[in-house]
């Protein structure tokens, strides 16, 4: 059975930093695309980060503007895990993050396209 779990979330207050995990388990993602999306209450599903596989050992990575030069995607194939390291946070970055995995689809994107999502974890920014 795969599992995705997130952990790292929690309180922090405008211009901190967070950094994110995803384990993976039951099967490894070396292979595979992994993203970060979110979702505020009120607000439609967001697209945050992507590490999307090219072959072989090449990765790409790929962010919504909105968190552009603030966040950065990385990945540990070794621990089957996927971060993401969040810096200078602001409010509007208050959400539940949700990993995901194994993109199968035509838009990276789209929370849909992943084969496989985890349960989120809250991030809370406060002014």
């Known amino acids: 059975q795969v599992q995705l779990v997130e952990s790292g979330g929690g309180l922090v207050q405008a211009g901190d930093s967070l950094r994110l995990s995803c384990a993976a388990s039951?099967?490894?993602?070396?292979?595979?695309?992994m993203g970060w999306f979110r979702q505020a209450p009120g607000k439609e599903r967001e697209f945050v980060a992507v590490?999307?596989?090219?072959?072989?050992?090449?990765?790409?990575?790929d962010y919504a503007d909105s968190v552009k030069g603030r966040f950065t995607i990385s990945r540990d194939n070794a621990k089957n895990t996927v971060y993401l390291q969040m810096n200078s946070l602001k409010p509007e970055d208050t959400a539940v993050y949700i990993c995901?995995?194994?993109?199968?689809?035509?838009?990276?994107?789209?929370?849909?396209?992943?084969?496989?999502r985890g349960q989120g974890t809250q991030v809370t920014v406060s002014s």
């Open positions: 995901a995995a194994h993109w199968r689809g035509t838009n990276w994107s789209r929370l849909d396209d992943y084969q496989y």
């Open positions: 590490s999307r596989w090219s072959g072989g050992n090449k990765y790409y990575t």
């Open positions: 039951g099967r490894t993602f070396d292979a595979s695309s």
